[in-house]
């Protein structure tokens, strides 16, 4: 969906490394997610936000961090990169407001660590 | 915790014929459940999504779901796949509250030969 946006598209960093991965919203969204996909494991949730001061854990939370700058600003971090975190992340919205609570993905990031 | 089973890992048809994917999942109150697809090289778009109300969903391009509660079940449907059906399909659940999360299932990736 046009209206999450993820930056950079595609990164490749080094083992050790600081790497952050941006998302940006312009659907007015107060939920935001971040999720990584690996190849037959589907998607799982690394980060969650229900608004700008609230920030949770999700599954896979170990080595990552995140940052809501704003309502439509919410950021990764990857603090110290490791080459199992090679994968394809997303960042998700949703909207409390709808009767029936829907995510949106932006377009990925994909991210190789050496 | 809720968990989402998504019973092939890859299907493989031929134009014109018949699809079912099967979902199931594990959770002991009420659900919202959503099936995605995700094009090569492309993000998650959403199919369809079941909150409440007539358990056969209908979602884009002819795609339908039957939520099927003492089955715990809820598999996607098409009478008659295209070539460009072609994509990974994902299953997930959510709690029917508003804290809740989606769990997503590890993908079906559909092959249709023209």
């Known amino acids: 969906d046009a209206d999450v946006t993820q930056t950079p598209r595609n990164r490749i960093t080094k083992t050790g490394k600081r790497i952050m991965l941006e998302c940006s919203q312009t659907?007015?969204?107060?939920?935001m997610y971040w999720y990584r996909q690996d190849p037959g494991l589907g998607l799982r949730l690394i980060y969650y936000?229900?608004?700008?001061?609230?920030?949770n854990k999700g599954e896979i939370s170990d080595g990552y961090s995140v940052s809501r700058q704003a309502q439509a600003k919410f950021s990764l971090s990857l603090e110290s990169a490791i080459p199992n975190q090679t994968a394809l992340y997303f960042c998700?919205?949703?909207?409390?407001?709808?009767?029936?609570?829907?995510?949106?993905f932006g377009p990925g990031t994909r991210l190789l660590v050496l | 915790a809720q968990s989402v089973s998504q019973h092939n890992h890859h299907v493989i048809l031929s134009e014109a014929a018949s699809l079912e994917l099967g979902c199931n999942y594990s959770?002991?109150?009420?659900?919202?459940l959503f099936w995605y697809v995700q094009y090569p090289g492309q993000h998650l778009q959403l199919l369809l999504k079941?909150?409440?109300?007539?358990?056969l969903v209908k979602g884009i391009k002819g795609f339908e779901a039957e939520f099927i509660k003492s089955k715990f079940s809820f598999n996607l449907r098409k009478p008659s796949v295209q070539w460009s059906d072609t994509a990974e399909y994902f299953c997930?659940?959510?709690?029917?509250?508003?804290?809740?999360?989606?769990?997503f299932g590890k993908g079906t990736m559909l092959l249709v030969s023209p």
């Open positions: 998700a919205t949703s909207d409390t407001t709808s009767s029936q609570e829907t995510q949106y």
């Open positions: 659907k007015g969204h107060d939920r």
């Open positions: 936000s229900f608004d700008v001061k609230d920030i």
């Open positions: 959770y002991g109150g009420t659900v919202n």
């Open positions: 079941y909150f409440s109300g007539d358990p």
């Open positions: 997930a659940v959510g709690a029917h509250s508003g804290y809740s999360t989606l769990t």
